[in-house]
Nanobody, 124 residues
């Protein structure tokens, strides 16, 4: 079992930046690919970004390319999501997720473990 805890959410004005963190605990000795998803009120959960276990491969949704960057520090068992040039439409609860499957994963059903989420609100 792996436990995931997100942090770093908050209220920011449009054009601002936030950095989300996802700290993993438990069976962190195994290799996990990680992802970030978000869910806005009344909408389905959607893919934001993903990173392989080594950090060598990353992928982002088209809606955040050029603005969001995913990274990881395996020594700290932590994954980050740097969010720049934030827009009101980025407002959502952001979740991190983990899977032991190799590679990058863009769909929620591919992930086995989820955090509780952190709220990001971008004001116009």
């Amino acid at each position: 079992q792996v436990q995931l805890v997100e942090s770093g959410g908050g209220l920011v004005q449009a054009g601002g930046s936030l950095r989300l963190s996802c700290a993993a605990s438990g069976r962190t000795g195994s290799r996990y690919a990680m992802g970030w998803f978000r869910q806005a009120p009344g909408k389905e959960r959607e893919f934001v970004a993903a990173i392989s276990w080594s950090g060598g491969n990353t992928g982002q949704a088209d809606s955040v390319k050029g603005r969001f960057t995913i990274s990881r520090d395996n020594a700290k068992n932590t994954v980050y999501l740097q969010m720049n040039s934030l827009k009101p439409e980025d407002t959502a609860v952001y979740y991190c997720a983990a899977t032991q499957d190799y590679g990058l994963h863009r769909t929620s059903y591919e992930y086995d473990y989820w955090g509780q989420g952190t709220q990001v609100t971008v004001s116009s």
